[in-house]
């Protein structure tokens, strides 16, 4: 199947900093991009849409000037999470899925997930 | 809103037993349901997936089955082994939107 890499897989930050994650689709071009967060034992939450070339769409709750997405090209996109804190600290994953028609059908791949911890 | 809900969240079973994990969409129009499966730290993996117009799929020891009246969907796991120990995601997507709604995931542990 399609690569999506994130980088880097675990960061450890001072409360007050932003920590900068990025997300590559390896193989394929993707129009779009997703966030999610997970915490321990609990499922994945949608954090934003990041569309190549326009602004990213973010879910009801999510601050968009704390969780920055920029989605610059259709390999790569990444979230900035501004002026950390302690409660920042989770499991950010991104997701991708290949341009083109068939996006309604198409699978999602996973990168490989970001664990943020910010002390 | 749009909503998945997945039962059971925990679910232990005997090696060779089967296991089935169950979930309901609210959003009427979602037209695509993949099935994930997380193991401890790293990436989900899509294990088996469905579209809006097809009722049953199966692989080898997994199938999955969609009732778009009801709107709800099934995994089905036949001949559990431990290695099918996990967290299992079902997820709905709409064409247009293309975005993953999550279940809330079911801990999987298969008893050698």
């Known amino acids: 199947g399609a690569v999506v890499s994130q980088h880097p897989s675990w960061v450890i930050c001072k409360s007050g900093t932003s920590v900068k994650i990025e997300c590559r689709s390896l193989d394929f071009q993707a129009t779009t991009m997703f966030w999610y967060r997970q915490f321990p034992k609990q499922s994945l939450m949608l954090m934003a849409t990041s569309n190549e070339g326009s602004k990213a769409t973010y879910e009801q709750g999510v601050e968009k000037d704390k969780f920055l997405i920029n989605h610059a090209s259709l390999t790569l996109s990444t979230l900035t999470v501004t002026s950390a804190h302690p409660e920042d600290s989770s499991f950010y994953i991104c997701?991708?899925?290949?341009?083109?028609?068939?996006?309604?059908?198409?699978?999602?791949?996973f990168g490989q997930g970001t664990r943020l911890t910010v002390v | 809103g749009e909503n998945v809900e997945q039962h059971p969240s925990t679910l232990s079973v005997q090696e060779g037993d089967s296991a089935v994990i169950k979930c309901t969409y609210s959003?009427?129009?979602?037209?695509?349901f993949p099935w994930y499966k997380q193991e401890l730290g790293k990436r989900p993996q899509l294990i088996i997936d469905?579209?809006?117009?097809?009722g049953e799929k199966k692989d080898q020891r997994i199938a999955v089955t969609l009732n778009k009246t009801a709107k709800h969907f099934s995994l089905h796991i036949t001949e559990t082994q431990p290695e099918d120990s996990a967290v299992y995601f079902c997820?709905?997507?709409?064409?247009?939107?293309?975005?993953?709604?999550f279940g809330t995931g079911t801990r999987l542990k298969v008893l050698a």
């Open positions: 469905i579209r809006s117009n097809v």
């Open positions: 959003d009427s129009a979602s037209n695509y």
């Open positions: 997820a709905a997507s709409r064409r247009g939107t293309y975005k993953y709604i």
């Open positions: 997701s991708a899925r290949e341009a083109g028609e068939k996006q309604g059908f198409t699978e999602a791949f």
